[in-house]
């Protein structure tokens, strides 16, 4: 069976005829398949919705329990039939409840990856190697300058700091969903036992997190309190939340982004960041490459981010390689980047 027979670009997304299904549609469908809860891929207003219980869960705190018509949960490996394709979910080690989606027809594999990392994670289920025909991947990372280091490194360079400046509050800004529970856990692997603070609009789907068993640690809100109360304290918030005069409620704060932008140091420079972390949930260069090599695909769909350095890249191994540069991905590691 031809690849596009089972899936092809389409505008508001990745379409399946057959189940008459869109993975991660950008406009409210009929039928989607959700591979994760970032904003840029699960939006309100489908008909029918399947996804991981954890995504579902996620969507639920995040847009409100009415988000979809109806939903289906699928477990990790469970496969469920629509319309003479065979559908499942694997983990795509990105955030909570993340996952991979494979549809199968006619012998023919077709892979999309959503956002996925290789670096372990303890806040999420570590991605799986799905072997097949047509591997579809993100590429936000595709340039050879993008190499992440193990974030226990970064944790590490934070705490150093801590440790240094005991009389300064260390804000780091991290995205809601998914960087900011694994900062806090990769705190604890540290052996932070303290307290973190968090801003208020971290808590909901940290919540989430813990009572999906994540350990996260001791998390507070932020609370009104004189400047030295935070003092040699961990605070975590938006990183739109660090743009603002929030960040003045801290003691002589050092300003810290958790992203995988922040190996280009004139990002970090432009967003007034002191510390940077490059701390990331997508696969940097190296890992895009390798993850392409271990599926087995002989044919490589890139739908957002740098598509043609990887298309390339992809060429010169001999592997067809095609960039759908499909519109309506963002990439949440970026946010409030602009103000
Ligand atoms: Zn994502
Ligand atoms: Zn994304």
């Not at 605070?235 to 002589?252: N, Y």
Request: hydrophobic share 40%; glycine share 10%.
């Amino acid at each position: 069976m031809q690849p596009a027979q089972i899936l092809h670009p389409r505008p508001e997304g990745l379409y399946c005829p057959k189940a008459d299904l869109y993975v991660d549609p950008t406009r409210p469908v009929a039928r989607a398949l959700i591979t994760h809860g970032h904003s840029d891929h699960a939006r309100a207003g489908h008909g029918a919705v399947l996804a991981t219980a954890e995504t579902l869960a996620i969507m639920g705190a995040r847009i409100g329990p009415d988000f979809a018509g109806s939903t289906q949960s699928l477990r990790y490996g469970e496969r469920v039939e629509i319309g003479g394709v065979t559908f499942s979910l694997h983990p795509a080690g990105h955030v909570l409840g993340s996952a991979q989606a494979l549809a199968e027809c006619g012998g023919t594999r077709v892979v999309v990856s959503g956002d996925y990392k290789r670096q372990p994670d303890p806040t999420c289920a570590p991605f799986e190697v799905v072997p097949c025909d047509v591997f579809i991947t993100e590429a936000t990372f595709a340039l050879p300058v993008f190499t992440h280091p193990s974030a226990e490194h970064e944790v590490r360079k934070l705490l150093a700091s801590v440790a240094m400046f005991p009389e300064r509050a260390h804000v780091v800004g991290a995205y809601a969903l998914g960087k900011a529970q694994r900062v806090m856990a990769e705190l604890v692997r540290c052996g932070w036992d303290k307290p973190v603070y968090a801003h208020g609009a971290l808590l909901e789907v940290t919540k989430l997190y813990q009572a999906h068993g994540v350990e996260l640690g001791d998390i507070r809100p932020v609370e009104t309190a004189p400047k030295s109360f935070y003092a040699d304290a961990i605070v975590l918030g938006t990183p739109s939340a660090l743009q603002t005069p929030w960040v003045r409620r801290f003691p002589d704060p050092v300003t810290c982004f958790a992203s995988g932008w922040m190996r280009i140091r004139a990002r970090a420079r432009q967003r007034g960041v002191e510390l940077p972390l490059v701390i990331s949930d997508h696969a940097d260069w190296c890992d895009l490459q390798r993850t392409i090599v271990d599926t087995g695909a002989g044919e490589i769909w890139i739908t957002h981010g740098e598509a043609d350095a990887l298309a390339h890249w992809c060429e010169g191994e001999g592997l067809k390689a095609k960039a759908l540069h499909l519109v309506g991905y963002g990439d949440e590691e970026n946010e409030g980047a602009a103000a």
